[in-house]
């Protein structure tokens, strides 16, 4: 990271302590540091690059609150099972009790 990106990153990291504003910090590229800044219905993703870029995503939420039906959703969203291969697997357990 070259330093004008670290002294953005630290003057960055001390206006949201002086904010009390909730963050985590995260290495997740090879590039780049990422800081998760959370406000009321909404979170932000700040990462600073090694190039000195600063990319921002920010992710808000609707205000609709679901109930634990949708977990399933989940896990179909995140597995590698087609949803099809997965509703068969769940009919044949059901089938052979």
Not at 31 to 37: F, G, L, Q, R, S
Not at 58 to 75: M, N, V, W
Request: aromatic share 8%.
């Amino acid at each position: 990271m070259k330093r004008p990106t670290f002294v953005k990153m630290l003057a960055f990291l001390e206006r949201l302590e002086q904010a009390k504003i909730s963050h985590t910090m995260q290495h997740s590229r090879e590039d780049a540091i990422m800081v998760t800044a959370f406000a009321p219905g909404q979170y932000w993703e700040i990462e600073f690059l090694e190039d000195g870029a600063i990319e921002i995503e920010r992710f808000r939420s609707d205000g609709h609150i679901d109930d634990e039906s949708i977990l399933p959703e989940l896990f179909a969203l995140c597995s590698d099972v087609e949803p099809a291969a997965i509703a068969v697997k769940q009919n044949a357990s059901i089938t052979r009790k």
